[in-house]
């Protein structure tokens, strides 16, 4: 991989944020299902008629705190959004707490950004700078999906993202 090319497709991105989780019970853990209605989330967000809504830049984070799966959104994100979030989980799943937490404390990692209509999925280098249509081989939402990479933004001192 020329270093065009990580340099272009890698986002910067600091360990520690305050976020709104919504947590899934390990036990009962489908992740394929939860990876497909986020899509959908963000569908329904790229699709609004409104520009407040549709016009956004937001990470998505994941990982197992104790005994629960999260998927997070920045704490200081639109109540609309986390509403449009909680409603297609609640609407597939039983069982789903919410909280607040710092990714860095939750062993939450970024692994999905939504950029202004554009869905990026935090991948490794053999797929960065390439995209693919979400079929039914994946979780069969539709979307188009562009692969970058994340790296620390300790390594900068400040977060950046590259071309999107």
Not at 99 to 115: F, V
Not at 131 to 154: L, P, Q
Request: aromatic letters at 14%; a negative charge.
């Amino acid at each position: 991989m020329s270093e065009d090319i990580f340099v272009k497709y890698t986002d910067y991105i600091k360990g520690h944020n305050f976020v709104v989780g919504f947590g899934f019970l390990l036990a009962k853990l489908d992740e394929e299902r939860i990876i497909r209605q986020i899509l959908k989330s963000l569908l329904m967000i790229q699709s609004s008629s409104n520009k407040s809504i549709r016009e956004r830049r937001f990470n998505i984070w994941a990982g197992n705190h104790l005994d629960r799966f999260y998927i997070a959104l920045p704490e200081n994100i639109s109540v609309k959004i986390v509403d449009i979030f909680r409603k297609s989980f609640t609407s597939d799943f039983t069982d789903i707490s919410t909280s607040y937490g710092e990714t860095g404390h939750m062993g939450l990692y970024p692994i999905l950004r939504y950029e202004n209509g554009k869905i990026i999925e935090y991948n490794d280098d053999s797929v960065i700078g390439t995209s693919r249509i979400d079929d039914e081989n994946w979780y069969g939402t539709g979307a188009e999906i562009h692969f970058r990479m994340v790296a620390s933004a300790d390594v900068l001192g400040f977060e950046k993202y590259g071309n999107v």
